[in-house]
């Protein structure tokens, strides 16, 4: 027997934390009298930054350590998953796991009644929503928390991967024992507020936990591309060019069109054009060219190619024209200059409701969180000038 845990994460932001995890898995199933290893899918480059990526972990308590890698360890996916771990909740929206092999529901693998555990501060209906239809019921369970942007170069040593250890072993105690999980943190670390962690997620996860069934989720709006086998190929293969356009306008950029990286983003920008004074360096410092002018001058989101890097916010000039906001709040990807052209005052009103009255100011310090700052709506046409004082 073997159970399969996959841990998706976001590529270099969440690297360290998901091979923390998945190595651990391990080493505690060891002191169970298991046998297990982990392997994960290539993710440690700069131009993997945020793409969905999987850590593996792979136990089986009758298999010997040959037999167990001879099973598992030739593969770059997994067939099935016994137990889906995401740390971050904006991948329910789906991911891309080869190079845009098509975007994929992030509940494909799991296995009927098997488990997912999403780290998010939502119900579980406001995740379901985005995930794909399954033909069979599976659980879903929420480990309460912000995503833990704990990654290569910085680690945010913020308890995520403690508090991992202890949901999984709520989930599947034969997978993971919450003594076994308690004991190898005390041994590893003699800190005691570790193990203390472990078993609160430990016990917060087995109160929240919640069946989906086959009427529950949606139907999935992406084509699912398959490779074609062996025998299928032509004698000759052309690759095709990547078409380029010299026109500015709208779709009138140079980027190629075959590689959307939509899923890579945990954050959109929402721009209120009525605040925007045309200085293009939200189009000229984007990195992946996802804005597009306009004929009148403004520009355009692409959020198919948008990664959420936030560089159109940072750059913009103008207060709260953009502003980056969680990706879990939209439906879809529709054009927001679109919206606005057909719907002016309505379009100001939405964007409005979408960006909230807080914002999350990243510190100083890369890897320590930010602050929140609560700020006032613009109103359409810009902040109101101040009044006249008397007499002048």
């Known amino acids: 027997m073997i159970k399969r845990v996959e841990i998706n994460y976001r590529g270099i932001f969440q690297k360290t934390l998901a091979k923390k995890i998945g ?3 391990v080493m505690i199933a060891a002191r169970m009298g298991q046998v297990g290893f982990s392997n994960g899918r290539y993710s ?9 990526c999987k850590y593996f972990a792979f136990v089986s308590p009758d298999l010997s350590e040959e037999e167990l890698e001879a099973e598992c360890g030739a593969k770059l996916d997994i067939d099935e998953a ?30 009927p009644y098997g488990h997912m555990l999403i780290v998010s501060r939502r119900r579980p209906e406001e995740l379901v929503r985005f995930m794909a239809r399954k033909p069979f019921p599976y659980y879903l369970a929420i ?28 989930l599947d105690p034969q997978l993971l024992s919450i003594e076994a999980v308690k004991g190898y943190l005390w041994d590893k670390t003699h800190e005691q507020h570790r193990v203390d962690t472990a078993q609160q997620a430990f016990e917060s996860v087995r109160h929240n936990v919640h069946e989906v069934t086959p009427a529950q989720g949606i139907d999935w709006p992406y084509e699912i591309p398959k490779l074609p086998k062996w025998n299928e190929f032509s004698e000759g293969v052309v690759v095709k060019a990547v078409p380029r356009e010299f026109q500015l306008g709208p779709k009138g950029q140079s980027r190629n069109q075959l590689f959307k990286r939509g899923t890579t983003k945990s954050q959109r920008p929402v721009v209120r054009f009525d605040l925007c004074t045309k200085c293009t360096l939200c189009w000229l410092e984007c990195p992946d060219e996802c804005f597009d002018p306009t004929p009148d001058g403004y520009y355009d989101v692409d959020y198919e190619y948008c990664v959420g890097c936030g560089k159109c916010a940072e750059v913009c000039p103008v207060q709260e024209c953009i502003v980056m906001v969680d990706e879990l709040a939209f439906e879809d990807n529709r054009s927001p200059w679109e919206h606005w052209k057909q ?14 009255k807080h914002r999350v100011l990243p510190n100083v310090v890369t890897g320590t969180g930010g602050r929140v700052v609560e700020v006032e709506p613009v109103p359409v046409g810009g902040k109101p000038k101040p009044a006249a004082r008397a007499g002048g």
């Open 343 to 356: 719907d002016p005052e309505g379009y100001v009103r939405w964007a409005e409701e979408k960006k909230g």
């Open 143 to 170: 480990l309460e928390g912000e995503a833990s942007f704990a990654g290569l170069w910085v680690y945010r040593d913020d308890l995520t991967h403690e508090r991992v250890l202890g949901a999984l072993a709520a």
């Open 23 to 25: 190595g651990d898995i």
């Open 44 to 52: 440690d480059a700069p131009e993997r930054n945020g793409i969905p």
């Open 82 to 111: 016994n137990i889906s771990v995401v740390l971050d909740d904006t991948m329910v929206k789906g991911v891309e796991p080869w190079a845009w092999h098509g975007v994929r529901p992030i509940n494909e693998k799991v296995v």
